[in-house]
């Protein structure tokens, strides 16, 4: 098994084109054709994270930060970042992010912080906006099944947790063959009318040249008949953050311990907040952005990472803002990728790094 094997599979699952703009997800460094030897999965790559993937024979680090934000203009080893890719690089280790991709993916990094804290009718809490379009094509009725089918295949067609889905219309198409055309159906010079399927279907944009490449393998038209149309509808499925809701209200103080529990913090941070808790929504790392999105959804808490001073004082009383730590938040990334990797390939050698421990200490 090569390294871009495993790659593939955490991508089925954490698409790169999911990242955020900002965001440097995906290889840092390595030849991802190289034989795998085994994999380490941590959080943050530091050089004790290279140092333990070489003693342990990992020519693999799958972190959730990457490695690398900024674009580098040497590369001397001056900061701990110029090192790591300098120790990768001697070494022929890859190092690999599924950053942002991963939190906004469906069943990603806030489906995972829902279910750990017990969270039922969990939805995306900012679903990506502008990322659908509609296909549709036009095909000979007697195509239509097969067409349909490699529609699917190349990933139209889902909507929620529902897949297969398309709208089908017969009708009749017309058009005329010109001089040098190989028309499938009809003469050259004379119009023709062919009884036709329109096939409506909806798929993300990213994925829209894959598509089109699968439907003009089957379409037997000389010239395949398609339109795209942008869709302002949410993605539902995709976002970032999550909202949920738990089995059974719980008063401020024993939520807070929970929470502090579940998530190994050494200091839970709270605002002011008095209505017991049952709706819930989740962003791990710096999530703050999404409080508002939050309160207007009537979250009675929201949990993230990290939040500024005035975001205490912003929620007004409105939600129970719980920061539980960037780091607290987010090293359940490793469990994520040992389920997406050890499902698919349950024998290759996986280990957890026990060195990328949390940059922030509490005295
Ligand atoms: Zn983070």
Not at 74 to 88: D, F, H, N, P, V
Not at 182 to 203: D, N, S
Not at 208 to 228: C, G, M, N, Q, T
Not at 292 to 321: H, S
Request: hydrophobic share 40%; aromatic share 10%; proline share 4%.
């Amino acid at each position: 098994m090569y390294i871009r094997d495993i790659l593939e599979e955490i991508e089925l699952h954490a698409p790169l084109p999911l990242q955020e703009s900002f965001d440097n997800a995906g290889i840092y460094t390595g030849d991802v054709n190289l034989k795998a030897t085994g994999a380490l999965l941590c959080l943050d790559v530091t050089e004790a994270v290279i140092d333990e993937a070489i003693e342990k024979e990992c020519n693999l680090i799958v972190a959730h930060h990457p490695l690398v934000f900024k674009p580098l203009k040497s590369l001397t080893g001056k900061t701990y970042i110029e090192r790591c890719m300098i120790k990768a690089c001697k070494n022929n280790i890859v190092i690999y992010a599924a950053h942002t991709n991963l939190d906004n993916a469906s069943y990603g990094v806030n489906y995972h912080l829902g279910k750990l804290i017990g969270l039922h009718n969990m939805n995306i809490l900012n679903p990506h906006q502008n990322s659908l379009v509609k296909l549709v094509t036009f095909v000979p009725a007697a195509f239509a099944e097969v067409v349909r089918e490699v529609l699917f295949q190349a990933g139209a067609g889902h909507i929620g947790k529902y897949d297969l889905c398309s709208f089908n219309m017969e009708g009749d198409g017309t058009f005329r063959a010109n001089k040098g055309c190989q028309p499938f159906c009809g003469e050259i010079g004379k119009t023709h009318y062919e009884k036709e399927v329109r096939i409506e279907t909806i798929l993300p944009s990213f994925i829209k040249d894959a598509v089109i490449s699968a439907l003009r393998l089957v379409h037997p038209y000389e010239e395949p008949v398609f339109d795209i149309y942008p869709l302002n509808n949410n993605w539902t499925t995709v976002g970032s953050g999550i909202i949920g809701e738990m089995s059974a209200s719980e008063n401020v103080k024993h939520f807070l311990q929970r929470i502090k529990r579940i998530f190994h913090s050494s200091c839970v941070k709270y605002s002011a907040f008095t209505n017991d808790i049952r709706k819930v929504a989740i962003c791990g790392g710096s999530g703050a952005f999404l409080i508002p999105k939050a309160i207007a959804l009537k979250a009675d808490a929201f949990i993230t990472g990290e939040a500024r001073y005035n975001d205490f004082y912003d929620v007004e009383n409105k939600i129970l803002l719980t920061v539980i730590g960037h780091h607290e938040s987010e090293v359940c990334t490793k469990d994520i990728f040992y389920q997406i990797i050890s499902k698919k390939f349950p024998t290759f050698a996986l280990h957890f790094s026990s060195v990328d421990l949390n940059p922030v200490k509490y005295l």
